[in-house]
């Protein structure tokens, strides 16, 4: 039944799918049934409560796998339950480390406000260019460690398949007070950004710290008069079932609240008025099911 219900998921019949899953349980509560469960309510139905339910369920029963462990730590996490989330994920690591389970520890311990054991579990689980060692290295930077985070900064690669984009390199750079490098990571992902005060105001630190006052104007006016572009378009723009009047009001009073913040922006910013760089890391997900032929993973074997 359980490779039935997973052929199901791959045909993308999810509602075929999560009736046999829901059948495995009713004829047997055991660990593979209810991960199995758990995993497609929550990854096809966002049910993370009953999801959780089942999971926690399934660890009652002490697998071997780590994955119940991995589910139950990730669902617990995404619940802001973040000391549990570190016991289940602790015992995952336990059976079989994975990168997901280091990174979400990773991010338990920052919201715990641990930025060193969570610099440490992302450092862990990090790519060569990704979000988790965007994610270490900001924590790092919170946690006083600058010589390690300028030295890993470095390893960014534009040309890895990870990479996390110019500006939020750039964002880091002005964190570790590097203004001509982070000037220079601005400038390449210019064309590519959307353009936001947030980001913008970093970019205008950066270059009134390296004493480029006109370029700061020149990018303050270029940016006005692009928001400018934009909001003469949002006037013009047609109602449809998809965009209401209230839609189109309120787009135009953001760019309207923008184009103000611009041409305030200088001084705002040379008075030190600056937006903190917010982490918000979220946790990682993975394949937890069992049985699963296209990531080649075994049924559950008591």
């Not at 139905?45 to 994955?67: C, G, I, N, W, Y």
């Not at 997901?100 to 440490?120: C, E, I, K, Q, S």
């Not at 079932?241 to 609240?257: R, Y």
């Not at 040379?270 to 982490?279: K, T, W």
């Amino acid at each position: 039944m359980n490779k039935e219900a997973i052929n199901e998921l791959e045909d993308n019949n999810i509602d075929g799918a999560i009736k046999l899953f829901q059948k495995a349980v009713l004829e047997k509560r055991d660990v593979q049934s209810l991960t199995n469960l758990a995993w497609v309510l929550w990854h096809e139905e966002d049910d993370l409560q009953r999801a959780l339910s089942l999971v926690t369920e399934a660890v009652e029963h002490k697998p071997t796998s780590h994955f119940p462990y991995s589910l139950c730590g990730e669902l617990l996490l995404r619940n802001e339950r973040y000391e549990e989330a570190l016991k289940m994920l602790q015992l995952s690591i336990s059976i079989q480390p994975t990168k997901a389970a280091f990174h979400n520890m990773g991010v338990a311990y920052y919201y715990l406000g641990d930025t060193v054991r969570a610099a440490n579990h992302f450092g862990q689980a990090a790519g060569k260019s990704d979000y988790t060692l965007y994610n270490q290295v900001k924590c790092l930077i919170e946690c006083g460690q600058l010589a390690e985070a300028k030295r890993l900064i470095t390893t960014f690669d534009e040309s890895d398949e990870d990479f996390i984009g110019e500006v939020d390199i750039a964002e880091l750079y002005t964190e570790l007070d590097l203004h001509p490098e982070a000037i220079l990571w601005f400038e390449k992902g210019w064309e590519d950004y959307y353009k936001q005060p947030d980001w913008i105001g970093r970019y205008i630190h950066s270059l009134i710290k390296t004493n480029q006052e006109t370029r700061a104007h020149e990018i303050i006016n270029e940016v006005i008069q692009e928001k400018k572009d934009e909001l003469h378009e949002a006037e013009r723009e047609e109602l449809d079932a998809d965009w209401s009047e209230q839609d189109k009001q309120e787009n135009m009073l953001k760019l309207t609240n923008e184009i103000k913040s611009y041409e305030n922006m200088f001084e705002d910013v040379r008075a030190g008025n600056l937006l903190e760089l917010l982490l918000e890391p979220s946790a990682e997900s993975g394949c937890y099911l069992f049985g699963c032929e296209r990531h080649q993973h075994p049924e559950y074997k008591n």
